[in-house]
């Protein structure tokens, strides 16, 4: 088969384009009305629809039309759609409804193409070039919690699925490295260890206990305060003495982090809240040249239309906070690294800080005041994690749930699931625990990104861990199944792709075909929203129709075995790619 290897755009734009000609064929003084296709609600009318023929009708009726409603504006579009053998045939309902039914055998060819070209060609186009994806982000000096996972896990998808579609991502760690929090806690820490530069540095979970300790100093001994006030002025006046001790906190907290980033196949690059701390004066100055910047109660502020309270960007002691931080990283953003969508994923109790400085940029003119226009700031938030009991996620000795430890003990659990089934005699040492790792973490990581985001979620082993249901556990071994299949037929699958020819004749097989098909507009509507749940809805249902597929169709040993393999290796090549967009290393036997 003759292929090219450009990216082909999702179904819908495909679909699309053929529309649009077929509207400048048939209507060419009209060009501002975009054919709207989407998938059919009721499939028994249709695969696709396309609803533009009421919008076009509205805009010629009254103004000497030969039309003479909706349905005959529909009819000429269709009569103009140009040849293609994407189409079976077209049919127009209601008020000029066009229901489209995609021809099987293209259905078949697209298949078998992206399998001989590689899923890449199946890359949706988005409009953006270039993004910042500013996630995970913990504190210096503070443990990571399951807030941060979260925020690692949605982000690390969201920077997947923009570069599987062709976006170049910067992936910003936006740590808690900089404020008056660091001068109480070197203050306490030189009084606590007065040769701290020479002697050992303490370990992280130490950190977090002098961390609580000299803000309980800090809020009960005024001398304690004015010592740990100086030290801010000297660690910002950039004093040795201090920015030394400074950049050893940061170093213990990092190697922490990278701890949990390594385990969980997450990379980052850091670029925290100090390092836009030089450019603060001169993003201020030009927010002030704007007159944006206005005195109240002795701080600076700018004021939001429709919110009560100012944002401060200046406070009173004339210290830099958060928000002057994320209006100057935003400008950098924009500025030096030419990004034209920002994205930002923290917990929604953060929304109103982005709102906030995501209006003043707009009154600046530094964003677009249109919300769909481009560059575009977006804040993703997620809802808390919950524990067994419906208030926030703990365990019995710690306040926060440590990261590592519950990953941990995903991975222990399945390893001794697989030992249960025997699996112990069956596979080497290391096949046993890189599967366990596999599907713990894929199962962590799978329980978060099934939801939507905005909601809150219920942290339960048992639950995530299930082999039945919407789990990674499930729908990893319906991929190792699939494989397997794939396996014990003996055919040469590559072989195949080449010489055989794929025909989805059963309603199943056309079925599959077509959900496969769908894959690139989820990807898409996936970035667009910034949904990553609904990749996961996406994979089960394509599991629920294999299994559909491979319960009404005989694949090894029928008349049709060759094309049906070729079905059970794109399902396979769609299912591993879901996986890779949501951070899972699939596994290959059960
Ligand atoms: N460090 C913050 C926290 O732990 C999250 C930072 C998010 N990013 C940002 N640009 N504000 O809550």
């Not at 170093?251 to 100090?274: A, P, T």
């Not at 005041?369 to 919950?386: C, I, M, Q, R, T």
Request: include cysteine; glycine fraction near 6%.
């Amino acid at each position: 088969m003759e292929t090219d290897k450009e990216s082909i755009g999702s179904l819908k734009q495909q679909l699309a384009k053929l529309f649009e000609e077929s509207l400048r064929a048939a209507f060419p003084d009209i060009s501002d009305v975009p054919p709207l296709v989407a998938i059919c609600n009721d499939p028994k009318n249709g695969d696709y629809q396309c609803n533009n023929a009421m919008s076009l009708w509205n805009k010629i009726k009254g103004k000497g039309t030969q039309f003479k409603g909706p349905q005959p504006v529909g009819k000429a579009i269709v009569e103009n759609l140009p040849g293609s053998d994407m189409i079976e045939n077209c049919s127009i309902a209601g008020p000029g409804f066009i229901n489209i039914v995609l021809a099987r055998q293209w259905i078949a060819k697209s298949v078998q193409k992206m399998l001989i070209d590689g899923i890449e060609t199946w890359a949706p186009k988005l409009p953006v070039k270039r993004t910042v994806v500013d996630f995970s982000s913990p504190n210096i000096a503070k443990e990571m919690h399951v807030g941060h996972l979260r925020s690692t896990i949605i982000g690390d998808t969201l920077a997947r699925m923009l570069e599987f579609s062709n976006v170049e991502v910067l992936r910003r760690n936006h740590v808690g490295d900089w404020g008056t929090q660091f001068g109480m806690l070197i203050e306490f820490l030189f009084e606590k260890f007065p040769n701290w530069e020479a002697g050992s540095t303490p370990a992280i979970g130490d950190l977090e206990a002098f961390y609580k300790a000299s803000k309980q100093r800090f809020d009960s001994d005024p001398d304690f305060k004015e010592r740990a006030q100086k030290a801010v002025v000297s660690l910002q006046g950039g004093e040795e003495k201090y920015r030394k001790a400074w950049a050893q906190i940061c170093e213990i907290s990092r190697k922490e982090f990278q701890k949990v980033y390594e385990r969980l196949g997450v990379h980052l690059e850091e670029k925290g809240e100090s390092f836009y701390n030089p450019y603060i004066p001169k993003a201020l100055e030009l927010l002030n040249e704007k007159g944006l910047i206005e005195e109240s109660e002795g701080a600076r502020v700018i004021f939001i239309e429709g919110k009560k309270i100012p944002l401060i960007v200046v406070k009173r002691d004339g210290g830099f906070n958060y928000a002057s931080t994320d209006l100057t990283a935003l400008w950098y953003r924009l500025n030096e690294e030419k990004a034209d969508w920002m994205i930002y994923v923290t917990d929604i109790g953060q929304r109103e800080h982005f709102e906030m400085f995501f209006s003043a940029a707009k009154r600046a003119g530094w964003l677009p005041s249109n919300e769909n226009d481009y560059p575009k700031a977006s804040h993703v938030g997620f809802g808390l994690v919950l524990g067994e009991d419906g208030k926030r996620f703990r365990t019995r000795s710690t306040e926060v749930v440590k990261l590592v430890d519950l990953l941990d003990e995903a991975k222990s659990r399945c390893k001794l699931a697989l030992e249960e089934r025997g699996k112990a005699k069956e596979w080497t040492a290391e096949e046993l625990d890189q599967t366990a790792e596999a599907v713990g973490y894929g199962a962590v990581k799978y329980a978060d990104l099934k939801n939507n985001r905005l909601t809150n979620y219920t942290f339960n082993f048992d639950q995530m861990l299930s082999d039945k249901g919407n789990t990674a556990v499930y729908l990893l071994y319906a991929h190792a199944r699939i494989c397997s299949i794939i396996r014990k037929s003996g055919r040469d699958i590559e072989e195949l792709k080449k010489s055989g020819a794929m025909d989805l004749a059963h309603q199943d097989e056309r079925m599959l075909g077509l959900h496969l098909l769908q894959f690139p507009e989820i990807v898409e509507e996936a970035c667009t929203n910034l949904l990553p749940n609904l990749l996961c809805e996406y994979l089960y249902k394509l599991s629920e129709d294999f299994t559909k597929f491979y319960t009404n169709c005989q694949v090894v040993g029928s008349a049709e075995e060759t094309s049906r393999l070729l079905l059970c290796e794109a399902t396979a090549v769609v299912m591993r790619k879901c996986f890779h967009l949501l951070g899972i290393t699939p596994v290959y036997k059960i």
